[in-house]
């Protein structure tokens, strides 16, 4: 039997495979988590947006995604009608036996999410395997030991990445423009809770501010500014909700001199304090 209930945060064992419905995944819109398991879905049917880091996704039936360990997920909804498959590997799982496989995968202007789109015989095929490791798992005694889930987790990410590069190749035949948008968002990312001021990622970059912004907002349609401060709400709405942390150690965690530095921050761009969206 498939399990409904998604890991939040991290898989509290190995592995979990399942099922879920566009109601029980609703359940998981009411702020962003940062994911620390990797997580591979395949979309049955129905529809879903959700926003994964910086980027706004719509996933729809025959869709294969992949949340990357240490990605912020924020679900913004699922059609009543949505069922996705899913298998998620916890952290410590991944961290052991990935051999090097799971690595975070290029963004670009024409693909920056985590979405292949599969044909219907490839769409047969994941269906086909979703039953075939349903089976395996449940069986009593299961067919499927952690040792063989080692294979399991190489062989998905292994096709999950091909399927990802086939499906984005033209994206990839890159110009500079493109460098420099990919670039950028993996600096936003790595560097938001210390960098937060666009020059210090145009020097990082070795190009002026003036072409860094205008090139980000060529490529994207967004400000490069506006990257940050999503990178910069993301994780700090998954602190107030999941984390005890007071205020004052979050806003020292995301780089602001201090607390009433950020409370302004966050008050200007959700319109409620920390402590009030922590308590909403």
């Known amino acids: 039997m498939k399990n409904e209930k998604i890991p939040l945060i991290d898989c509290p064992i190995d592995y979990i495979f399942g099922e879920a419905s566009g109601k029980i995944l609703n359940e998981y819109g009411r702020f ?12 049955l049917k129905g529809t879903a947006h959700a926003t994964l880091n910086i980027t706004r996704c719509e996933f729809k039936e025959n869709d294969l995604i992949y949340v990357q360990p240490g990605s912020f997920l924020l679900v913004h909804d699922f059609s009543e009608d949505a069922r996705l498959v899913y298998i ?9 036996n990935s051999y090097g496989v799971i690595r975070r995968l290029p963004l670009s202007p024409q693909s920056s999410s985590p979405i292949v789109h599969l044909n219907h015989e490839q769409s047969n095929v994941v269906v086909a395997f979703s039953n075939l490791l349903d ?11 952690p040792e063989r889930m080692v294979h399991v987790l190489n062989l998905i990410h292994q096709t999950y990445t091909e399927l990802f590069m086939s499906d984005n190749r033209s994206a990839y035949m ?3 423009k493109t460098e420099i948008y990919q670039e950028y968002n993996d600096l936003v990312l790595r560097h938001y809770h210390e960098w937060h001021h666009v020059a210090a990622y145009a020097e ?4 002026t501010v003036p072409h860094l912004c205008s090139t980000i907002k060529s490529a ?12 910069i709400l993301m994780d700090a709405k998954a602190q107030l909700k999941i984390s005890i942390l ?3 150690e979050i806003a020292n965690n995301l780089g602001f001199e201090n607390v009433a530095l950020f409370n302004r921050f966050f008050k ?9 969206y922590r308590n909403s």
């Open 246 to 248: 007071p205020i004052k």
């Open 268 to 276: 200007s761009h959700v319109g409620v304090t920390p402590k009030a």
């Open 174 to 176: 890159q110009d500079r």
């Open 135 to 145: 089976t395996s798992i449940n069986c009593t005694p299961s067919m499927l030991s």
């Open 32 to 43: 962003p988590c940062k994911i620390q398991c990797a997580v591979y879905a395949f979309m």
């Open 220 to 231: 994207s349609g967004r400000t490069a500014g506006d990257i940050i401060v999503d990178a």
């Open 88 to 96: 998620v590997f916890s952290s410590s799982f991944v961290e052991k």
């Open 204 to 207: 990082a970059l070795r190009i």
